[in-house]
């Protein structure tokens, strides 16, 4: 669990600042509400490279940093404090890269890996769908075989980096394997196509929809084993849902500075607000909440580190963690009375932002469930 970086994540994260105030935040602000365009998606992807992020997940054996999740999320915070948005979008990327550099053949991660590490090609995995949410049990997306390659048709929706992506990890059923199956499909190879839905926030992170009409992928892109998808994808939403928290916590953090800063600014009745009763008890309960879900979220991350199964701790840092951010961006708003309703000042940007990392890898009720379930071993689902 981490209670404080170390001296070399301190070192880390203070290069790495320099970084975002280089390369991220100034293209966070040229967006305005709009998502990055595919250049400037890899334009964005290449610089992070080139400080590990994308490449932290991927084993050292495979090119990788091979980095802790602990480390990981130290850097995700920090990138998400800057913008939430495409530090959601990297962290997607990172992910992502790193399950498809321990899932693939030889000849895949020849294929694909160097590109994907360098930030030149970007990747997502495709799970919900139009009529499957929380339980990927139920998805429609069929492939079958057809001589040495495989078919697949469906549709997957509010897939994270969808419209920016090159290649996609589709889960599905594969005909003649029970279970589910994990496939890897080229967008290039004329796999897919994609469109990006608008969103109440985190608009510099693309989410959108994939199309599969009978895309004709390589048998040997089936990067599961016969039935194994369904307990590749309940693992990676262990993780998936500590790094919902990850971003809810840099979201958070920058809404709260963000308040500290006016409080000591703005003036009135002759002292600064901040001085205020009612103000300094908002800014406790803010700093409160997020101290708090940061120990979850890292506790979550440690465990994973340690190879532990921990489904009940990383949904318990997802709910606290999002849910915690859509109340400290709220607070915040209100410390900075109308001026945190006016979309010249970033506030009600953090707001939405905050708000929608409720409903990723599972809603908060899906999480209350998973936890009640693992504490009683009954099932209300």
Known sequence: ???????DQQTMLASFERLLEREVKPLAASLGEAPPSKAQ????????????????????????????NVTTGLLIEALCKADGGLGGLASIQDGTTGLFARLASPALREKYLPRLLAGELSICMAITEPGVGSNPRDVRTRARHDGDHVVLSGEKVWISNADISDLAIIVCKLDGAPGLALILVDRGEGGYTSSNFKKLGLSHWPTGAIHLNDARVPAENVLSAAGAGLELTLRAFERARCFV????????????????????????????IGAHQSIQIKIAEMAV?????????????ALLDQGERCDT??????????????RVASRAMEVMGAYGLSEEDAMPRLFRDARVMTVPDGTSDIQRLLIAKNITGLSAY
């Not at 669990?1 to 001296?7: A, E, Q, R, S, V």
């Not at 928290?245 to 600064?272: C, D, M, N, T």
């Open 41 to 68: 998606a890899n334009a964005l992807l290449r610089a992070l490279a080139d400080f590990g992020v994308g490449k932290l997940f991927t084993p050292t054996e495979h090119g990788g940093q091979g980095a802790d």
């Open 245 to 272: 928290g990850i971003i809810s916590l840099g979201i958070a953090q920058a809404a709260f500075e963000r308040a500290v800063s006016y409080a000591k600014e703005r003036h009135q009745w002759g002292k600064p």
């Open 1 to 7: 669990m981490l209670i404080k970086p170390t001296p």
């Open 313 to 326: 701790q990383t949904a318990m840092a997802k709910l606290y963690a999002s849910e915690m951010g859509a």
């Open 289 to 301: 909440e997020i101290d708090a879900a940061r120990l979850l979220v890292y506790r979550g991350l």
